[in-house]
């Protein structure tokens, strides 16, 4: 579920920092998450991303970038899963529907590397994190490539667990239109 969640959260955070302006899902767009369970790597992905934002490497006191997901979208490829990460032992959609991103901050580390620190919201609750990711832009379209962990017990997305880990990775990997994001 934490990783469902850091898999939501990068992708809105990938389709925010991807160009100028925007309000829709980019036109390629990956968000995937990864938590151990039982000791063994597991994942998924996470959907219905909607964005706004405007990244302008030459002004990054003026970019901003906001994103949310649609909690529903989680998939792990189980269906029993799916739907136990969706109930209120987890991230409980019914009163929760989605995550949330918001921009604070953006540094230029060297050439398209970057760090944004950002307020995510999941299940009510909002913390600031740091995602460090990449920022290309080819031509016609842009790229927005970005990595971050949290802690899913930070966000009372389940419980304290032997076999759950609470540490979700979450990877966000977006390609946006320069024509769809403005």
Excluded: W
């Excluded at 529903?72 to 969706?86: P, V």
């Excluded at 989605?98 to 580390?109: M, P, T, V």
């Excluded at 909002?126 to 930070?154: A, C, H, V, W, Y």
Aim: charged share 20%; proline share 2%; with cysteine.
């Amino acid at each position: 579920m934490m990783k469902k969640l850091i898999v939501f959260i990068a992708v809105v955070l990938m389709d925010c920092a991807s160009v100028l302006n925007a309000q829709s899902p980019g036109m390629r767009s990956a968000i995937t998450f990864q938590i151990k369970n039982m000791g063994i790597n597991t994942g998924g992905t996470i959907g219905g991303l909607l964005s706004k934002f405007h990244f302008t490497p030459e002004n990054l006191s003026a970019s901003t970038i906001e994103a949310s997901v649609d909690v529903n979208s989680i998939n792990t490829d189980n269906s029993s899963r799916d739907e136990h990460l969706r109930s209120a032992d987890f991230f409980d959609v019914a009163r929760y529907p989605k995550i949330s991103l918001k921009s604070i901050a953006f540094k230029h580390k060297s050439g398209n590397n970057y760090t944004g620190t950002f307020t995510l919201t999941i299940k009510g609750k909002s913390k600031q994190i740091e995602m460090p990711f990449t920022f290309l832009d080819n031509n016609n379209t842009i790229e927005f490539k970005g990595t971050f962990k949290i802690n899913r017990l930070d966000f009372s997305v389940g419980s304290d667990s032997m076999i759950l880990s609470n540490d979700v990775t979450v990877n966000i990997d977006c390609e946006e239109s320069k024509q769809a994001a403005t």
